[in-house]
């Protein structure tokens, strides 16, 4: 088995507002976060897959399938907008990171049998570095 993994960007904004908390209760949970008129990121999305490597073509995926996965399902639209007022995935949802982690390898998830309809490869993990101090991992 082989791991291959895509790198992707894209840039939103987001703010970090639970309606279950109090306002007081998000400034100090979510500090700059809760800023009320939220705040952006360049995001760099990891896309690990595993599998074989195949004997004729000596790959283990097929890059331009995954590109379009991720650019139909992701990348498009994600990306230049705000999670909060325009993915409807997070109307009810707080967008942090983990969230959007978890939202894009469901994304992926159901379309994958779709782009890979044989038995490899197999999404493995999503990783998603927020700031050069924040990183996050959501493996399968």
């Given amino acids: 088995m082989i791991r291959v993994t895509r790198r992707y960007r894209f840039s939103a904004s987001h ?3 639970a309606a279950a908390f109090s306002d007081a209760e998000n ?8 800023n009320p008129y939220g705040h952006g990121h360049d ?3 990891e896309v690990s897959v595993r599998g ?11 890059l331009d399938a995954l590109d379009r996965l991720v650019r139909g399902h992701v990348l498009e639209p994600f990306d230049h907008r705000d999670l909060n007022t325009e993915v409807p995935a997070f ?8 969230n959007l982690a ?12 779709g782009a890979f309809p ?9 990783r998603i570095q927020e700031t ?8 399968q």
Avoid: M, Q
């Avoid at 050069?132 to 493996?139: A, W």
């Fill in 91 to 98: 109307a009810g949802v707080v967008p942090t990171t983990e």
């Fill in 15 to 17: 703010r970090l507002h």
């Fill in 52 to 62: 074989p490597v195949d004997r004729v073509s000596g790959r283990a995926v097929d």
């Fill in 43 to 45: 995001y760099v999305l």
């Fill in 118 to 126: 044989d038995a490899w490869p197999k999404l493995e993990r999503i």
């Fill in 102 to 113: 978890v939202e894009i390898r469901s994304r992926l998830a159901r379309k994958w049998s």
């Fill in 27 to 34: 400034r100090a949970l979510y500090g700059k976060c809760n």
């Fill in 132 to 139: 050069k101090r924040n990183t996050f991992e959501l493996h």
